[in-house]
């Protein structure tokens, strides 16, 4: 198996910054596909972004030009750095990952990020 640990959530003001991160651990695998979803209150869990072993990068719309995904191939670690954070970015942000020659997706439990207004 694999455990995901998200770190970095917190409270910002709308406008601000922050990065969250997360590391990957356990058995010996290849981390494959690496992404961030969050869940808003009250809603359902949504995509953020996602970033390939070698580097292809997706973003939702409403993030676009805003968050960096990126990961570190060698520390199995992904960050999200977050700018010009708005309140309706506000919400638990969970790490997925899946494992080459495992087909499975794996989550970790979650890191809080509030923007307040």
């Known amino acids: 198996q694999v455990q995901l640990v998200e770190s970095g959530g917190g409270l910002v003001q709308a406008g601000g910054s922050l990065t969250v991160s997360c590391v990957a651990s356990?058995?010996?695998?290849?981390?494959?596909?690496m992404a961030w979803h969050r869940q808003p209150p009250g809603k359902q869990r949504e995509f953020v972004a996602s970033?390939?072993?070698?580097?292809?990068?997706n973003y939702r719309d409403s993030v676009k030009g805003r968050f960096t995904i990126s990961r570190d191939n060698a520390k199995k670690t992904m960050y999200l750095q977050m700018t010009n954070l708005k309140p309706e970015d506000t919400g638990v942000y969970y790490c997925a990952a899946d494992i080459i020659g495992f087909p499975k997706t794996f989550w970790g439990r979650g890191t809080q990020v509030t923007v307040s207004s």
């Open positions: 356990g058995r010996d695998n290849i981390l494959n596909t």
């Open positions: 970033v390939t072993r070698g580097g292809n990068i």
